[in-house]
């Protein structure tokens, strides 16, 4: 009894605590089984401290992008503002923040499992240390690719998570926070911190498996990950009003796009393109309307606040020429 009472402690929902237990035994244990396997390239010391890294990436991006558009920029971006309300609660960045954090320690714990401990002589094999060698279109490529698998990773696991009982189990965790903020990015219950960073992981591998793989595509798709990320949980539209209407930049989603996902809870599941939702047709009917509408408020307020400054203008006192002085005739 007592051993079941301690393992729902540790898969209930909202423990941020197990979180970090999760991440610290995996870690423990990816660390023990790499040391019986010295041949990975810098050794466990160099892995652990490129996804430690991650970590620390990320709340440097989720606190700039705080400071920077709640702080600073609010009033320059008051029409795209998505949020309903001006701060968020401060428990919900705790909150938020702590889950953001063991999911780091998760994503750390996976990646050195995966990357140390079964890192294929395959994928070994396919590496190349030189872009000139195949050029940057095909670096361009590859790191495409990158993306598109982990977006479709993301997509059936996000809609996976949708499932009633996986939702109300797992996934209610990430949407307690109807108003994201960018600390909301990685707020996941453990057992999904684990799915999402083994389906970035296997992403990652297949192209390393199937293809010459430069080795700076890891970080620049984990770095690229963080941020269109945050951005989706930003609070705020920082896309210009003409991106859905450009054939090719109109795939890619918007902060709006991850925004209605919180408010309306299903629908628009991808992360990084429409691709899936549009082929699966589960994307909100009026995302483009509402997007559209936003900036149409933007350029209403404009317009206001130049027709007042002009208003001002025009019914300012003129200066008055000074009435020539009377000066009575000396009789
Ligand atoms: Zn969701
Ligand atoms: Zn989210």
Same mark, same amino acid.
């Given at each position: ?6 393992? !729902? ?11 970090? !237990? ?10 023990? =089984?790499?040391?019986?396997?010295? $041949? ?29 558009? $709640?702080?600073? =920029?609010?009033?320059?971006? %008051? @029409? ?37 401990? =079964? ?49 109300? !189990?797992?996934?209610?965790? @990430? @949407? ?44 620049? $798709? ?6 269109? #990320? ?12 003409? $991106? ?6 109109? #795939? ?8 209605? @996902?919180? %408010? ?53 006192? %003129? ?13």
């Amino acid at each position: 009894m007592k051993i079941l009472s301690g393992l !729902w402690e540790i898969i209930s929902p909202n423990r941020a605590r197990t979180s970090v !237990w999760i991440a610290f035994a995996g870690l423990l244990v990816a660390v023990l =089984l790499a040391d019986a396997h010295p $041949w990975m390239d810098g050794g466990v010391a160099e892995t652990f401290a490129v996804t430690f890294d991650d970590i620390v990436e990320y709340f440097i991006f989720a606190i700039a992008f705080f400071i920077v558009f $709640w702080v600073a =920029l609010d009033k320059v971006f %008051q @029409h795209r503002k998505l949020s309903r309300h001006r701060w968020p609660k401060r428990e919900q960045v705790i909150s938020e923040a702590i889950f953001s954090m063991a999911t780091q320690f998760i994503f750390l714990a996976v990646a050195m499992w995966m990357m140390v401990v =079964l890192f294929p002589e395959q994928a070994r094999a396919n590496r190349y240390e030189d872009v000139s060698e195949y050029g940057w279109a095909y670096y361009a490529l590859t790191l495409f690719i990158v993306f598109f698998l982990h977006d479709t990773a993301f997509y059936w696991f996000h809609r996976m998570m949708h499932w009633p009982p996986l939702y109300r !189990w797992i996934h209610k965790t @990430h @949407h307690e926070s109807r108003d994201p903020t960018p600390f909301t990015t990685f707020h996941f219950h453990p057992i999904e911190s684990i799915l999402e960073a083994v389906g970035g992981k296997i992403a990652l591998l297949t192209v390393m498996l199937t293809m010459p793989w430069h080795p700076s595509i890891g970080p620049i $798709w984990m770095m690229g990950m963080i941020i269109f #990320n945050s951005i989706g949980h930003l609070g705020y539209e920082i896309y210009p009003s003409w $991106w859905h209407k450009v054939p090719l930049l109109s #795939n890619k989603t918007t902060a709006m796009h991850h925004y209605m @996902h919180h %408010q309306r809870v299903r629908g628009n599941y991808a992360l990084y393109f429409r691709f899936w939702d549009l082929v699966c047709k589960t994307e909100f009917k009026d995302y483009e309307a509402r997007y559209d509408a936003m900036f149409e408020r933007e350029r209403e307020a404009k317009r206001k606040r130049k027709e007042e400054r002009e208003a001002a203008k025009g019914s300012a006192p %003129q200066p008055v020429e000074p009435e020539p002085t009377s000066v009575p005739l000396a009789e």
